[in-house]
Antibody, heavy 120, light 107 residues
């Protein structure tokens, strides 16, 4: 079964840090580009970051540049999102999504999401 | 960033209705447009890529069209399982963006 399982979400104070993980199974993870997409409470979807299949290239949405870092370990079939200097407006469900990398970016496979709440 | 605008933001429809959702890009994106369906409390599901290509396993009642700046998602005959929120997403630029969503509700 093709699956992505996120973990690492929780409650964190403003200015704090959190590391999200997303474990993949059922497909050739090392061939897939991976993304993080978030959704604030009652809001729409917002793309956060992408990493190339071999980890050699990354991109970020402007509001998280310099604060978030995406990485991956293809030996562990896992992608990570290190989130630093968290703000209240980072509160969201964070989804990881897989892109087969055969053309323009698409979010083909989705995890169930992990909730991040930034509050004092 | 490329802005994506969906209309309407919500609509009410009945089973069997033909439903059309519009997505407009702030600049030309050729056919680099994808559609997703999201049900409450669930992750989005990938429906259509390259504006009009149906993802494997997606029912044929779903179709997409358009190019440049104007795109549509059509559900030819709405089924009970289609009540959900639909999002368009452009993959033309490095910074990916979604439309604000269209919620399809039961009339």
């Amino acid at each position: 079964e093709v699956q992505l399982v996120e973990s690492g979400g929780g409650l964190v104070q403003p200015g704090g840090s959190l590391r999200l993980s997303c474990a993949a199974s059922g497909f050739t993870f090392s061939s897939y580009w991976m993304h993080w997409v978030r959704q604030g409470p009652g809001k729409g979807l917002v793309w956060v970051s992408r990493i190339k299949n071999d980890g050699s290239s990354t991109s970020y949405e402007d509001s998280v540049k310099g604060r978030f870092t995406i990485s991956r370990d293809n030996a562990k079939n896992t992608v990570y999102l290190q989130m630093n200097s968290l703000r209240a407006d980072d509160t969201a469900v964070y989804y990881c999504a897989g892109d087969p990398g055969r053309g323009p970016d698409v979010f083909d496979i989705w995890g169930q999401g992990t909730v991040v709440t930034v509050s004092s | 960033d490329i802005q994506m605008t969906q209309s309407p933001s919500s609509l009410s429809a009945s089973v069997g209705d033909r439903v059309t959702i519009t997505c407009r890009a702030s600049q030309s994106i050729a056919n680099y447009l994808n559609w997703y369906q999201q049900k409450p409390g669930k992750a989005p599901k990938f429906l259509i890529y390259a504006a009009s290509s149906l993802q494997s396993g997606v029912p044929s009642r779903f179709s997409g069209s358009g190019s440049g700046t104007d795109f549509t998602l059509t559900i030819s005959s709405l089924q009970p399982e289609d009540f959900a929120t639909y999002y368009c997403q452009q993959s033309y630029s490095l910074s990916l963006t979604f439309g604000g969503g269209t919620k399809v509700e039961m009339k």
